[in-house]
């Protein structure tokens, strides 16, 4: 069918078929249409995924987390170049739950990205997130899969670093970056335990800032005390290989004395206003995606990514059984019951469900 | 049965019943025990949340939140101090979603509440998510059964104002809080919008700090501009009721003029480090709080509160059962399906649940 001009696009784009064929063709209008549909939840969405499932697998998927302020938006803008010198098309994906109300709205595209905005192989776009994390656990993965398919290499997501957000993130990306700064004070220290759980690269950024240093030996003490590696796939998971020490050294210890059995987490340094460390950046990712790869753990990533995905979708479907059930009105009767102390809560729920599932 | 000595004590306690009576009693170690049982997801909850249920529904439950550093463990303490004086119980939980994998143990009791630590009418209790808000959304208001059946006169749920934490604590309580101070940039203006929505009262902390004026008049303009009331039960809102421009004077306005149809947040200035503003405070929340039984609004809360705990609980119940289906066989290989672009995740989740709800 042909597109020759706006109108015509614009109708063909009113069938999910054809708006799907133009976002794999790689029209950004196109892809932004989709992942429009994405927050919408449309009921569109089943015949596009299913158009799209065959095209997906092919990036790599970067996830970017850290509290305000330790300039997520300045160092994702700083890969998008580097990647961007490399030959690779680049999307961006930014989560921002910190304000449900205002989703991606207030630090949205605008005021990201300006120096990608007219480049044609570079697609960011501000995830709304329509007031609950569920629906935000729901979208992004679905989000990605239309950037994954529409031929971006790498798809940078990029999200506030507080709370399930930066679980949700690791648990989405390939490799996970948690961005660090100095003088954020006791929230460091405080972050520090789940950090190590999610960080497969720990960026400690405004290296050229005072307390750089001091961030940076916090962190790498931070590592090494940690000890175990984020995911251990043999029993020989061996301890102090100098993780972060310098920048490098851990993973290029382990492919020397460990094999591939395990990534202990890099700490590199960088000033991403100035560009500084970007490369070394760059290179610690490429690291970790080889050894993804290398010891299967990519693949193993990427399958329980698609169990979550599945359970989600799921989960969104009974979710909504239950609010249709009787219009609701049992579970207004429930509710009433539990109120006045008549019912506890889980009673209540078992005769739910006996209504919605088998 | 006898508790005469300690051990007698813990050997009763292994009943649940035995357990739950001790609580109901007002025994503090069975009510911190019962809280364990709640984050532990215990299998005994279901009874004790049966033996609870008759005794709830009795205490006013206020919910803070404020970004990190608004000074929301001070005003906490502040306002228990407050209460106590006026002679009533108070069972405090905080909630600190910012790293989920190490709950509210950093954050936790220690370092809270020193100063009624010694008082036993006083509760406080750092509620740990155990890495996911689904476990929070289900555990806080288990954990506020506890306390209410406990015979706490006042609950408060102290959490982290960011993202879906601070539209869970508005959806827990009776009356909700949102902590601001000068100071904080940005995070102000960004998180306007999303707390004008959730706040019945606006408290501006660290009054006493250059740029509290500031602050002050800005939040007071959000309200005026934002015009209408969190949750108005007639079409006749009245706009530009002054909300805010005196402590108390919008409600004033509101039961002078406008009947019991609307609330208007009120904003108040406080410096919890020194009480100032603390009784006004108090105020403001009584004034809340009389509105709350005189508008029926209490009774909707409370039954919209009940069906989303309900909800939860039988979400819980799915999710469990998901998981189950052929010990996971079934989901693991959709995942595989999906991972290799063989099928897409909504005729996955389709299949999954066609084999758990009928």
């Known amino acids: 069918m042909s597109v020759g001009s706006a109108r015509a696009t614009r109708a063909a784009w009113a069938d999910p078929a054809e708006l799907t064929a133009a976002a794999l063709a790689g029209d950004r209008r196109a892809v932004a249409r989709l992942i429009s549909l994405v927050e919408d939840s449309s009921a569109a969405l089943r015949e596009v995924s299913a158009l799209l499932a065959p095209h997906t697998g092919r990036a790599r998927v970067i996830g970017l987390t850290g509290a305000p302020g330790v ?23 930014a989560i921002d739950p910190s304000s449900p109300f205002t989703g991606g709205a207030l630090l949205g595209d605008r005021v990201r990205m300006v120096e990608h905005a007219n480049d044609p192989e570079v697609f960011v776009r501000s995830l709304a997130t ?7 656990s729901w979208a992004t993965p679905q989000a990605l899969r239309v950037l994954d398919a529409a031929g971006f290499d790498v798809v940078l997501v ?26 954020m004070g006791d929230g460091i220290q405080a972050a520090k335990a789940g950090i190590m759980e999610i960080a497969d690269v720990l960026v400690v950024n405004k290296a050229d800032r005072p307390g750089a240093d001091h961030t940076y030996r916090d962190v790498v003490a931070a590592v090494r005390m940690a000890g175990r590696p984020r995911e251990s796939i043999a029993d020989t998971a061996f301890t102090g290989a100098g993780a972060g020490a310098a920048a490098g050294s851990a993973a290029a210890d382990v ?3 460990g094999g591939l059995e395990d990534w202990h987490p890099e700490v590199i340094r960088v000033a991403a206003v100035s560009g500084q460390g970007l490369p070394e950046l760059v290179a610690a990712i490429e690291r970790h995606q080889t050894w993804l ?14 169990g979550e995905e599945i359970s989600q979708l799921a989960l969104a479907g009974l979710r909504a059984r239950l609010g249709r059930l009787d219009d609701g009105q049992r579970l207004a009767e429930l509710a009433r019951q539990v109120t006045d102390g008549q019912l506890d809560p ?13």
């Open 71 to 93: 300039g997520k938006s300045t160092s994702t803008s700083g890969l998008v170049g580097a990647y961007r010198a490399a030959g690779l098309r680049v999307g961006v994906l």
């Open 130 to 136: 329509r007031g609950n994390l569920g629906g935000l």
């Open 158 to 183: 990029e999200t506030v670093g507080v709370g399930q957000a930066e679980v949700d993130v690791a648990a989405l990306a390939d490799t996970t970056l948690v961005l660090l700064a100095p003088g």
């Open 255 to 257: 492919g020397a004395v």
């Open 293 to 306: 790869r290398a010891s299967g753990v990519l693949r193993r990533r990427r399958l329980r990514r698609a």
């Open 346 to 358: 889980f009673t209540a729920a078992d005769t739910l469900l006996a209504g919605v599932a088998g």
